[in-house]
């Protein structure tokens, strides 16, 4: 069974541009999440989907963005980029709500210059 | 918000010693999961523990989940220098506020000397 898999591995970006993120979880898993982790903060809840459903989300600007489509894939959109969203967005999926297991991908790394 | 502190923040030690590390958190969690991350790469489940009390084996891993629901420890045995890498625990909160997120500490260095 294939794992999580986000696309695209590296991402190099100018400050105000935007950038969507892409998250296919693994087969039969219907709740996607989103951590950024930096070196400074270490991994962040960003926000989690079930059903195409954001379920909740965490302590970061309007700029970060998500979504969930009916095939359970995910994306998530930051616009207006700064410098310091440079950082490894990891996309992680579960089986259910309430399941407990999350299962992450390798990973995105954002570089804004 | 919900904080967990993760210790020690890194250790060096021999190939063939055990290590312990530990998470203790000011809330109480319904589900603790321990992850190892390498460089570049995605953290890896490595056991996941649903009930206080509970004590869990994944080869040469161990992990507990306290009796307080507020902490948990990982113990790796006759480490290898294969067990290198970042250990990161992870609390998940109850239903009832319907929070699945997962809060991550600081996470534990590891280095193993072959």
């Known amino acids: 069974k294939a794992g999580v898999t986000q696309t695209p591995r590296y991402l190099i970006k100018t400050r105000g541009q935007q950038v969507t993120l892409s998250c296919s979880p693994i087969?039969?898993?219907?709740?996607v999440s989103w951590y950024q982790q930096t070196p400074g903060q270490g991994l962040q809840f960003l926000f989690e989907?079930?059903?195409?459903?954001?379920?909740n989300k965490g302590n970061f600007p309007g700029r970060f963005s998500g979504r969930q489509f009916s095939n359970s894939r995910s994306e998530m959109n930051v616009s207006t980029l700064e410098l310091g969203d440079s950082a490894l967005y990891l996309c992680?999926?579960?089986?259910?709500?309430?399941?407990?297991?999350?299962?992450f991908g390798q990973g995105t790394r954002l570089t804004v210059v | 918000g919900q904080q967990l502190n993760q210790s020690p923040q890194s250790m060096f030690i021999q190939e063939g010693e055990d290590v312990s590390m530990n998470c203790t958190s000011s809330?109480?969690?319904?589900?603790w999961l321990w992850y190892k991350q390498d460089p570049g790469e995605g953290p890896v489940l490595l056991i996941a523990l649903y009930k206080a009390g509970e004590l869990t084996s994944n080869g040469r891993l161990t992990a507990q989940f306290g009796i307080t629901r507020k902490d948990s420890f990982l113990n790796i045995s006759a480490s290898i220098p294969s067990d290198v890498g970042i250990y990161f625990c992870?609390?998940?909160?109850?239903?009832?506020?319907?929070?699945?997120?997962?809060?991550f500490g600081k996470g534990t260095l590891l280095t193993v000397n072959p």
């Open positions: 809330s109480i969690f319904n589900t």
């Open positions: 992870a609390g998940q909160g109850n239903s009832g506020g319907s929070n699945y997120k997962l809060t």
């Open positions: 992680a999926s579960s089986l259910a709500v309430g399941q407990g297991k999350w299962f």
């Open positions: 087969s039969g898993h219907r709740s």
């Open positions: 989907y079930f059903s195409e459903t954001q379920r």
